[in-house]
């Protein structure tokens, strides 16, 4: 039988017993309201009457109104004659009333009497015969309530201790069903009987299991494949990787990963990677920058199979939604070590070509520059217009030439890693005041002004290398002057942020759009713009030398808005 009409059968059967009980309460408690109305009205106040007409007849021949309140109570009995034989009664009465009112003897008046009694005792007895039918339609409607009330309960107490195990039984079966087959145990099977919905269920739940198991079973062999087909992969790639899983244990290590890092596979079984990264320094770091929310950006330098290489590390977090969820969680992460030593080399190999070439150009520029002088020099002859025109514009290229194998050589020099730094304590005023007094020429040959804005003390100290960070600022105030208008201003300014200085060179041209920022300190890259005559080299080779110092350099700027270019060194207490 299906759990809907067991329903319906027990709720129904249980709602029409409570509506007959209720009718036939309702049914019983009106008849009984009806008999007691009924010996209130016609004999309770027949008896009224009589005992009213007993006491007129006592006191009638002391009392002449009494023969007044006589007829009055007999003609209200003569209303109600409800009994047999009470009307024969009354109607003996009103005749010894009449004898007894013409001839006033005791023989009348005991007549009156004898008719009063039978009529008082005529609504006695039937006061007596309805109070028993009463008491009989109680009792009979007690025992259809208590009957009724009874097969109530029983259908009711039925339905409290079956039904809710009937559906909660068969439920709570299938979760615990449900949680093996979540638990991968295939072979989980349900059985349900007496129910038509539930039994449905069951075949429907039993059919999945055995298409899970099935397959799993055909899917196994194709697991196993993948898995080992990514394993192998993993093994044969160029590069170290390691997998940790979410408790930072070693979930595979390639053969890359344990030839550089001198670890060996079985040592690596049942360990965290952090108590293994005790005793081996190259998993400490990549632990260490996993960590670190900022990667970073120098290469990690590593001697494995007799020589240097250079590697780029990568750490990939690993997160997954499982089935059912729909929250992240994390799976663990990917450490992978870019070998990246041949474009090291070839960058190297670059740097050497660039410094040997510059290094080689600027003796014949230099003669270049000494001849221009010596042409310049009337003892060897005058020249006409023409020539001095030409003298100059070779002079101007030899100039552009200088400074570009001079840009080139201390670029090769930061990179390669061969720069020379003479750190001291330098005045920053002392700084300020040599950039100025570099571009003051220049500045004034383009009617630009040059305000300083010293917001440190007097004698302020930072420790830094005085020539390299006065070419850095002279490399900011040239900048500025070649983006700013003719009569316009550019503003050199220091000022403490936190425990630091900060040098800053501000000018008001055009701006540089804030998708530029990012690479203004590349190597070779120059704003897009309409006219350009410079190297790309300037902001690079500024940003090596400030970075080799242990500073901070960065720009501040938007499009007609000027520019800001800072850098930022400790201050010397």
Known sequence: MKIKTKLTLGVGLLFLMIVMLSVISAIYIHQQKSDTEKILTANYNSLEYSKNMMLALDRISLDSTQNYVFKKNLALESKNITENGEKESYQSLVIHFENFLKSRNPENEKLIRNDLIEIMRLNMNAIVQKSDTAIATSQTATTWVISLGTICFIIAFTLLFNLPDTIA?????????????????????????????????????????????????????????????????????????????????????????????????????????????????????????????????????????????????????????????????????????????AYKELDFAKTNFIATVSHELKTPISSLKMGTQLLKNEKFGILNDQQKELLKSIEEDGDRLLNITGELLNLSQAES???????????????????????????????????????????????????????????????????????????????????????????????????????????????????????????????????????????????????IFYFKFSQVH
């Open 169 to 341: 039984r068969p439920i709570k079966e299938l979760t615990e069903s449900i949680k093996q087959i979540a638990n991968k145990n295939y072979h989980e099977r349900i059985h349900f009987e007496g129910s038509a919905e539930f039994e449905d269920l069951a075949n429907s739940f039993n059919s999945m299991a055995e298409k899970l198991e099935e397959y799993q079973s055909s899917s196994v062999s194709k697991q196993l494949m993948d898995k080992k087909r990514v394993e192998m992969l993993i093994a044969n790639m160029h590069d170290p990787v390691i997998g940790l899983d979410e408790k930072n244990q070693i979930n595979f290590i390639n053969e890359e990963a344990l030839k550089i890092s001198g670890l060996v596979r079985e040592d690596l079984v049942g360990k965290t990677a952090a108590e293994i990264a005790v005793n081996n320094d190259l998993l400490r770091e990549l632990l260490r920058n996993a960590s670190l929310e900022e990667k970073s950006e120098v290469p990690m330098k590593i001697f494995a199979d007799q020589k240097e290489s250079y590697f780029e590390p990568e750490i990939i977090p690993i997160s997954i939604i499982p089935t059912g969820e729909t929250e992240k969680k994390d799976a663990g992460k990917v450490i992978l070590l870019r070998n990246i030593t």
């Open 417 to 563: 890693g061969n720069i020379r730094l003479n750190i001291q304590n330098c005045g920053v005023s002392e700084l300020i005041k040599k950039a100025v007094s570099n571009n003051l020429i220049v500045a004034e040959n383009k009617e630009i002004q040059i305000e300083t804005d010293i917001n440190t003390e007097e004698n302020s100290t930072i420790k830094a290398d005085f020539d390299k960070t006065v070419w850095v600022l002279n490399n900011f105030l040239t900048n500025a002057i070649k983006h700013s208008e003719t009569g316009t201003k550019i503003i050199i300014k220091t000022e403490h942020i936190s425990d630091k200085i900060k040098f800053s060179v501000q000018d008001f041209g055009k701006g540089i759009n804030s998708k530029y920022h990012s690479k203004v300190f590349d190597r070779y890259f120059q704003v897009p713009e309409d006219f350009q005559n410079g190297t790309g080299l300037g902001l690079a080779i500024s940003k090596n030398f400030i970075e080799k110092q242990g500073g901070e350099i960065g720009i501040e700027s938007s499009e007609n808005e000027g520019s």
